[in-house]
């Protein structure tokens, strides 16, 4: 085995203090990166969440519609344009606005996301109910909350009381891990219901979920539905997804903050390694020198050097992603939990060899201009 | 015939410019044979260093022209020269510069790891060099358990790992005591009998000269005197004795 990767740990691994300095920057750094973008990519996923449970092949919603939970009401008459389409066989309205929860023995009202989707039918269900049913729904006075709302919501369990907007509601099933991005839960409740709780007229809606038939032409028919609207648009679950992420991720600022975040961990964790490493370089001068001395080439340096980064980073990483996992595991049940990915596992290893590679700049640059002659200083 | 390893022909080394400038050679001509351990006296600031240092392939001298094995280094980068160094020229330095946290064999092998020598055989030639030198038993020590002595024959043994046509020496009895020195030299000389190298050793130690085959010299940047075995001041020297 060649002696680059010796001489490079025992460099690294002989002088522990700054070993740990090192260490400890690329977990500070590399934790850092991964909770910004575990929660971005958690938020990510979190914002999009009704429209990733809507069984829908199209959404028609108001024109310039940002995201699902920010929008305005539709004309109404969109649903029967939609139907008259050939290959669309359902037009199914949801509708969506935030209203005030009162709890059952009083003390403030708490704001809440009311969702309200005809019952029964393919469209926006609750999902992961884990008591009573989605079908449960059409009940005088029914809706679903999920369980981890129960404390903020007053709620002790299914068949509590409360009131949104000064109207009765009544839980009649029970989620679980249904949660809002934000500190505000979603209350699932009948289309009837919600338009009641909302003051929406009838045979108005937010949206209208379509499904089209298994062998219609899909772009045909959105071109013909889109044909039909007007101050409407029609978009794919993708589309619609995309538009609400951007919005919350960016428009917000929010996504741009734990990037902005994210990126200072780098930068961060770039320069205590470069300064670790650029120190630890000084102090082997002689040594670089001595080897320049014996003849080695600037790349066999510049190997040496790579390799005590490489090391860094892998011990760095390793024990960073132990720490991660924990977290993960910590706020698995969290308002916005941390997400790890496979793909950002291999992505934060990546970065961490090139953080650290980037970091081993300033040491190359002292030994590439070493002057072998330094040897022969007293 | 012993053959010719290192020619320098005028060398001239200006340092310095200005009211700075320092001539620190001045018309050197020499010539060193394989099979014969040359000295290189002078006292400080004599140009000792400067002339190792361009023999070496280290300093590009400002006049004049240093073949090594006949090849020129006239003109050659920095990585040529290190190609040359590596190839040709093995240095023992005064203060050893053994990589603490490799161990004595390790130490050997970096002159070979340089070189993209690292099969089997690579490790056979360390411990060859180890044995040469009289260390084959502190192959797995690191340099903080070897005496200074001990450490100097390993820095030997680097130097010679890669069948060096030259070697350079630059005081490397300084940092020792009269019986680790002695024990320095007596493998060096050994080394140097080998006409397929030449040895050449910088230093002020007296005691080293009953050593040499020849004795250079210098003072102010020129060479003053070049005198071989059997001249009549090596005569005089060889009386001396290395440890009297």
Redesign the interface.
Known sequence: ????L??AS??LF?DRVRLIATVVGIVFSIVLVTVQLGVFLSFERMVTTMIDHAQADFWIVPAETKSFEESSLLAGRERLQALSVDGVTAAIPVVVGYASWRKPNGGASTPVLVVGAPTGAAGLQPWNVMEGSADDLSMPDGVAIDRSYFEQLGIAQIRGRAEINNQKARVVAVTSGIRSFTTTPHVFASLERARTYLGVPPNRANYYIVRIAPNANAAVVRSRLAAGLSDAEVLTSEEFRHRTRVFWLFDTGAGAALLGSAILGIIVGTIIVAQTLYSSTKDHL??FA?????????R?ILKVILAQALISAVVGFSIAAGIDLALVKMTADAALPIVMTPELTIGLFGLTVVMCAIAAIAAIRVVTRI???L??A? | MTQTMIEASAIAMVLGEGAARVDALKDINLSLAGGELTLLMGPSGSGK?TL??VL?C??SPTGGSVQIRGRSTTGLN??QL??????N???V???Y?L????TAA?NV???L???GE?SPLARVKAEKALATVGLSHKAKAFPRALSGGEQQRVAVA?AIVGDASVILA?EPTAALDSENGQAVMTVLADIAKDPARAMFIVTHDPRIMPFADRILRIEDGRIVSDQRRGGANISAVRALKYAS
Do not use: W
């Not at chain 2, 290190?82 to 190839?87: G, I, M, P, S, T």
């Open positions: 085995m060649t002696l680059i010796t001489l025992r460099n002989h002689k040594e001595t080897l320049r001395a014996i003849g080695s080439s600037c066999y002057d072998p002659v040897v022969f007293q | 260093t190792l240092s070496g280290m300093l920095a990585e290190a190609q040359l160094r590596r190839d020229v093995g240095f330095f005064q203060s510069h990589f603490p946290t490799l390790e092998r970096l002159a790891d340089v070189r690292r680097r630059d």
